[in-house]
């Protein structure tokens, strides 16, 4: 991937080789997260609205041709926290909310399944057998308050 040296006004994304400019400092929607590795739903906010408009198109303009988009979350540098990452969940919930034609989004992960914590790092992780949404925006029908994360707000049952 060919990098070029951008301003500090700027954080660059790679969203299947495309980039995402950000300029963070016009569309503030509430406080910084603490959390160093997700590039939070907040922060996907913030994405330049012409950043925004482009990765929508494009997905769009893959979904109209009958293909089944597949992305990744990626590396990104961000301005205000340096290294961090675009991580899968805020790139899908931009698109679930902006493309009427989503009805199904599906995760593919190297685990079968949710687990409570690191599967790989913890011995006490257990399976989340179910999850459900906490608090609905009415006028969307979807989950909307971000968890410490920036997640939307679910809970294992």
């Not at 590396?75 to 679930?96: H, R, T, W």
Request: charged share 25%; proline share 3%; net charge negative.
């Amino acid at each position: 991937m060919d990098m070029k040296r951008q301003s500090t006004s700027e954080t660059i994304a790679s969203c299947n080789d495309r980039k995402i400019n950000q300029n963070d400092k016009d569309d503030k929607t509430g406080p910084e997260s603490s959390v160093d590795m997700e590039l939070t739903r907040q922060r996907i906010h913030q994405l330049h609205h012409h950043s925004r408009t482009r990765l929508i198109a494009s997905v769009r303009q893959i979904l109209d041709q009958g293909f089944i988009a597949l992305l990744l979350g990626d590396a990104v540098f961000d301005v205000a926290s340096g290294p961090d990452m675009l991580s899968g969940d805020a790139l899908m919930y931009i698109l679930a909310m902006n493309l009427d034609a989503v009805q199904r989004c599906i995760f593919v992960t190297g685990v079968a399944g949710i687990y409570t914590r690191d599967l790989e790092a913890f011995d006490d992780a257990t399976l989340v057998r179910q999850l459900w949404c906490i608090s609905t925006d009415t006028d969307q029908g979807a989950c909307d308050e971000p968890d410490a994360t920036g997640a939307t707000s679910l809970q294992p049952k």
